[in-house]
C-alpha cells in the first residue's frame, strides 16, 4: 500500500499500537493515548469512539457558537444513539443527538442555530461520514 500525504489543506495524524487480543492504544503524538478495545470488554469500542468523536465535535461547536451568541452556557451534555445496519459493512445508517443544555436564559432558538450550524457545517467528523446516513437531535434546557 502507498502512503499518500495530502498537499490540499490542513492534515490530522495519530498512531495506533496493539497491545493485546482486540485491545489498541493511540492516538496524536505527545498527547494522551487513548486506550479502544475491538471486543468491547476493558475500553470504549472502534465504533463507540466514532459516536464519541461525532458527539464531542458537534459539542465543541455548540459551545463556540453559544459563547459567540453571548449566551451564559452553564453545562452541556450530548448523548448519541446510532443506529448499524445488520450486515457487513455495519456502517451507522442513522445517529440521533440529544443535547442537553443549562444557563442563565438559555433560548432554545439560539441552541438549535447553533447545533443546525454545526451539523450542517461545522463539525469535520459528522461532515466526514456517509451522506445517506439519517441525522437528527432534540434538544433539552435546564
Not at 495519530?14 to 485491545?23: A, F, G, I, P
Not at 461525532?54 to 448523548?79: N, P, Y
Not at 457545517?121 to 437531535?137: H, P, R
Given at each position: 500500500m502507498e502512503r499518500r500525504q495530502s498537499t490540499t489543506g490542513p492534515t490530522a495524524a495519530v498512531t495506533?499500537?496493539?497491545?493485546?487480543?482486540?485491545?489498541?492504544e493511540g492516538g496524536a503524538q505527545g498527547r494522551p493515548a487513548v486506550t479502544v478495545d475491538g471486543d468491547s470488554?476493558?475500553?470504549?469500542?472502534?465504533?463507540?469512539?466514532?459516536?464519541?468523536?461525532a458527539a464531542s465535535?458537534?459539542?465543541?461547536?455548540v459551545v463556540d457558537i453559544l459563547q459567540k451568541m453571548r449566551v451564559d452556557l452553564r453545562?452541556?451534555?450530548v448523548e448519541v444513539l446510532g443506529a448499524r445496519?445488520?450486515?457487513y459493512?455495519?456502517?451507522?445508517?442513522a445517529i440521533q443527538f440529544h443535547f442537553q443544555v443549562s444557563g442563565a436564559g438559555v433560548d432554545e432558538t439560539k441552541v438549535r442555530r447553533a447545533v443546525d450550524l454545526?451539523?450542517?457545517?461545522?463539525?469535520?467528523?459528522?461532515?466526514?461520514?456517509a451522506l445517506d446516513i439519517q441525522v437528527g437531535y432534540d434538544v433539552s434546557l435546564a
Amino acid at each position: 500500500m502507498e502512503r499518500r500525504q495530502s498537499t490540499t489543506g490542513p492534515t490530522a495524524a495519530v498512531t495506533v499500537r496493539w497491545r493485546e487480543k482486540l485491545v489498541f492504544e493511540g492516538g496524536a503524538q505527545g498527547r494522551p493515548a487513548v486506550t479502544v478495545d475491538g471486543d468491547s470488554k476493558i475500553a470504549t469500542s472502534p465504533v463507540e469512539l466514532l459516536l464519541v468523536s461525532a458527539a464531542s465535535c458537534t459539542a465543541a461547536d455548540v459551545v463556540d457558537i453559544l459563547q459567540k451568541m453571548r449566551v451564559d452556557l452553564r453545562g452541556l451534555q450530548v448523548e448519541v444513539l446510532g443506529a448499524r445496519r445488520d450486515e457487513y459493512p455495519r456502517r451507522f445508517t442513522a445517529i440521533q443527538f440529544h443535547f442537553q443544555v443549562s444557563g442563565a436564559g438559555v433560548d432554545e432558538t439560539k441552541v438549535r442555530r447553533a447545533v443546525d450550524l454545526s451539523l450542517e457545517k461545522y463539525c469535520s467528523v459528522m461532515n466526514s461520514l456517509a451522506l445517506d446516513i439519517q441525522v437528527g437531535y432534540d434538544v433539552s434546557l435546564a
